[in-house]
């Protein structure tokens, strides 16, 4: 289910120079714990190795 979401990624990563291996993932309150999770999974390799290895969630803007 996360396939495009790395296809996209991937593309970042072949095409833009000087990019950080660093990711930042927000949610709203209503995302399932373990989307959260799969999708930061998802952003740090896919099948052909490492995209963003260095992922981290912050809590969204408004959140409480």
Request: proline share 5%.
């Amino acid at each position: 289910p996360y396939a495009e979401l790395q296809a996209q990624l991937r593309e970042y990563k072949n095409n833009i120079q000087d990019l950080s291996n660093n990711i930042v993932i927000t949610a709203d309150l209503q995302i399932p714990y373990r989307t959260i999770i799969e999708t930061m999974d998802a952003c740090r390799q896919d099948s052909k190795g490492s995209l963003f290895p260095g992922v981290t969630f912050s809590k969204a803007v408004g959140a409480r």
